[in-house]
């Protein structure tokens, strides 16, 4: 058996997830992407950098830098058909570049743990709709046993797609609910632009100030981005090797891109408009969604309905992202350390409960540690900028300048080209791309680290 066949085979095996169709991989790898950092993420961070010009810089990191990256981990998962790890070791054997998948699997597990706790938020949310009144945001995430309880549900849940391969299950509803929360978002966008004072929000949003662009702003742009399009750890080198060489990497990994993206604006055109209308403070930082949306049901006319419909979609949304997350470090248990399957998603299931506590006891539960701890940012968002910012910003530098110069553009190009020959013509400017570009830009964005710290 090639490789290839064996990948496949475990796929269908439910060994790894179980992407049976050509489709497979889209609804896998738009399911990752698409999440919390589109509706959660990418609003509150827009807010808190200046909005529309941060808008203008995340699209051209997404176009110029993520897009081109995204196929980088694409090739090199495909060529090799291993977890990140194994996927470097099997190129360069027993170098230090190794160390470059070990920094994925374990970015992947930090970014979990505090995902996983907003992703239990949200989930509550669900409940609360029926009592909108009951507590504030604040209120609701400073209660400790409420969301150390939330936190466990959705990790527990996560731990359970994954183990018992339900995989089947998450495809077909992925590409039911997936759309049903487009269109439940469209809605959303035509009722927030009818509020009274809508208009400035899209002003906010749309309207570039073209002089609030520095060096932090770009910084966020470039990790959101790589946040939003889950990249920078190795985890589309993981589902790019669960992807045959008959598929078309290129219009795939487009459509992926795409899709995120016009997830994350139109989340931004239901926020900034209502949030204006309301007077709401769009520096409100991680909270933001969450007074905003209930903020909109409230005034709506089947509000509740909506607002339930709504965080079921998002809690959804959040679990294909959550499960993607988890299959990082379980493939590297499996693959490279022999771990049953089942052992595995467990015990990274309960480092990942032990990792996140002090995020989710971080948002006013226990004082102490709710209080600013560098940069002005308390424990989860220190945790965001570090693990979901730095730590994929730098290991986008260190892979692209893998696939770029240790693997060979070359090689690179060619496994893109496989499945779809005419993307021979783009490969010059894409070997540009990946050899240059992405990882001098992105070495220069992380300078300004040194100034902000
Ligand atoms: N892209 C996911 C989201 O936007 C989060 C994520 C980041 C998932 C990194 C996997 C890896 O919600």
């Known amino acids: 058996m090639t490789p290839r066949q064996e990948a496949r085979m475990s796929i269908n095996t439910g060994d790894r997830g179980q992407w049976s169709s050509k489709l497979g991989f889209i609804f896998a790898a738009a399911g990752s992407a698409i999440g919390l950092g589109n509706v959660w993420r990418f609003p509150y961070v ?54 470059v998948g070990g920094l994925g699997i374990i970015t992947g597990l930090f970014i979990l743990s505090y995902y996983a706790v907003i992703a239990g938020w949200t989930f509550g949310y669900i409940f609360k709709m029926f009592v909108p ?89 470039l990790g959101q981005a790589f946040f939003s399009l889950s990249l920078g750890m190795g985890l589309m080198v993981t589902y790019g090797s669960y992807i045959s060489k008959e598929d078309n990497l290129i219009s795939s990994g487009l459509f992926v891109a795409l899709a995120d993206t016009v997830i994350a604006i139109m989340a931004g055109l239901i926020i900034f408009p209502a949030l204006f209308a309301m007077n709401q403070n769009p520096e409100a930082g991680p909270g933001l969604v969450f007074n905003v949306f209930p903020a909109i049901f409230q005034q709506m006319p089947m509000g509740t309905l909506v607002g339930v419909i709504f965080f079921i979609l998002l809690s959804i949304a959040a679990l294909t992202s959550t499960i993607s997350l988890l299959e990082v470090p379980t493939a590297y248990l499996v693959d490279e350390k022999g771990v049953a399957r089942k052992l595995a998603v467990w015990l990274v299931g309960i480092l990942v409960f032990l990792i996140g506590l002090p995020s989710a006891l971080s948002q006013g539960a226990i004082l102490g540690m709710s209080k600013p701890i560098a940069g002005g940012l308390e424990f989860l968002s220190l945790m965001d900028f570090v693990w979901g910012n ?18 060979g553009a070359r090689h690179a190009s060619e496994e893109l080209a496989t499945g779809n020959p005419s993307f021979r013509k783009w490969s010059p400017l894409w070997g540009f791309l990946i050899r240059f570009l992405c990882p001098v830009t992105i070495f220069i964005i992380l300078l300004n680290l040194f100034k902000i710290f």
């Open 390 to 407: 730095i730590s994929l910003a730098f290991g986008a530098f260190l892979l692209s300048i893998f696939v770029g110069w240790v693997w």
């Open 46 to 99: 827009t807010g808190l950098n200046g909005g529309a010009a941060f808008v203008f810089v995340y699209l051209i990191c997404v176009l110029v830098i993520g897009l081109p990256y995204l196929y980088a981990e694409l090739a090199l998962g495909r060529a090799v058909q291993k977890d990140p790890v194994g996927s470097i070791a099997s190129i360069k054997p027993k170098s230090a570049w190794i160390l």
């Open 133 to 221: 009144n009951h507590l504030t945001f604040n209120e609701f995430v400073a209660d400790p046993l409420l969301v150390i309880s939330l936190f466990a549900v959705f990790v527990i849940l996560t731990v359970l797609v994954v183990y018992g391969g339900v995989q089947g299950g998450i495809e077909r509803w992925a590409k039911i609910l997936m759309p049903v929360l487009f269109i439940l978002m469209l809605i959303l966008i035509i009722y927030a632009n009818f509020l009274p004072g809508s208009g400035r929000g899209l002003a906010f949003y749309l309207e570039p100030d073209f002089s609030k662009i520095n060096g932090q702003v770009i910084l966020a742009a």
